[in-house]
């Protein structure tokens, strides 16, 4: 049974800075690609970062030069460094990966951009 779960998130003002971690378990973490999704108010569910196993990343146009995902295999953790973070921002930040065959998503953080 593969977990992961998410922490970091919470409010902040605009222009401000979070980092989201995402430790894994019950996976071989060191082969795997890592995802992180968000979902805001009304809005699906939309493919952030993500980052393989050989270490390549690729980033969504939206958070593309402000976010920064990376990944600490000794520690099976997954981070994804936000900055410059603006309202539209706002959104619950999941942890995804896909291994043995199926989609696996942690419960999400919170990230909430207001002043």
């Known amino acids: 049974q593969v977990r992961l779960v998410e922490s970091g998130g919470g409010l902040v003002q605009p222009g401000g800075s979070l980092r989201l971690s995402c430790v894994a378990s019950?996976?071989?973490?060191?082969?795997?690609?890592m995802n992180w999704y968000r979902q805001g108010p009304g809005k699906e569910r939309e493919l952030v970062a993500l980052i393989r196993r050989n270490g390549t990343t690729n980033y969504a146009d939206s958070v593309q030069g402000r976010f920064t995902i990376s990944r600490d295999n000794a520690r099976t953790t997954v981070f994804l460094r936000m900055n410059s973070l603006q309202p539209e921002d706002s959104a619950v930040y999941y942890c995804?990966?896909?291994?043995?065959?199926?989609?696996?998503w942690g419960k999400g953080t919170l990230v909430t951009v207001s002043s």
């Open positions: 019950g996976m071989n973490f060191n082969i795997a690609t």
């Open positions: 995804n990966t896909n291994y043995w065959a199926r989609s696996w």
